[in-house]
């Protein structure tokens, strides 16, 4: 395991309200991902990260931000939520030395009343 | 658009048999191509993976066929069994894009006695 903690693991609440996501990791991996899982799309990507403070979007990226001030930690921000994120959000990293290869955390569900 | 395509979307397979799971892609720059395995309320593992550069790839009961020229890749499971009874999803990236995955839509299979 890639010692990927995310916080909260769930997390009820309404529309219109700022909600963020936490993604803690001990493996010192360079990239972090947020990816979001929802029934007959699969996982698709939300943001990403290359380094402390880069960030780039991803193909789901409207309605969220990330932030990454220290190479351990990826936020998720809502900034006002509705009830089309609710869904389960999946922290990964992946490090240059295994290029491609993405280790997951166990997820976040969240539900937007 | 949907740039990995996967099907089907559930199977049911008795144990000793063969699980086979398809997936094609679009993008030409795609050079890795894993699959990953997703227990109920856990967070998608690696699996097995390929590159272009070969046709197939075998890990224990877990084998990956690859047609470069018809953009399709598949998955078999030989002897399947209980335990392989997950949700299995393809993805593609180009690593030289921070190994952004971007994933099928997942198959759940249910391997029954």
């Known amino acids: 395991d890639a010692g990927i903690t995310q916080s909260p693991r769930h997390k009820v609440t309404e529309t219109g309200t700022p909600v963020t996501l936490r993604c803690h990791q001990t493996?010192?991996?360079?990239?972090m991902y947020w990816y979001r899982q929802d029934p007959g799309h699969g996982l698709r990507l939300i943001h990403y990260?290359?380094?402390?403070?880069?960030?780039d979007k991803g193909e789901v990226s409207d309605g969220y931000s990330v932030s990454r001030s220290k190479t351990e930690d990826f936020l998720l921000t809502l900034e006002s939520a509705t009830s089309s994120q609710t869904s389960v959000y999946f922290c990964?990293?992946?490090?240059?030395?295994?290029?491609?290869?993405?280790?997951f955390g166990e997820g976040s569900r969240l539900t937007v009343l | 658009q949907q740039q990995v395509k996967q099907s089907p979307q559930s199977l049911i397979v008795q144990k000793g048999g063969i699980s086979i799971i398809n997936c094609a892609y679009e993008n030409t720059a795609f050079d890795y191509f894993p699959w990953y395995q997703q227990f109920p309320g856990k967070g998608p593992a690696l699996l097995i993976a390929?590159?272009?550069?070969?046709s197939e790839k075998k890990e224990g009961r877990f084998t990956i066929s690859f047609n470069k020229s018809a953009k399709q890749f598949s998955l078999h499971i030989m002897d399947s069994q209980p335990g392989d009874s997950a949700t299995y999803f393809c993805a593609a990236s180009n690593t030289g894009t921070a190994s952004k995955l971007t994933f099928g839509t997942g198959t759940r299979l249910q391997v029954t006695l």
């Open positions: 390929i590159r272009p550069d070969v």
């Open positions: 990964a990293t992946g490090t240059s030395g295994r290029i491609g290869e993405l280790f």
């Open positions: 493996e010192n991996h360079r990239y």
């Open positions: 990260s290359y380094g402390v403070k880069d960030t």
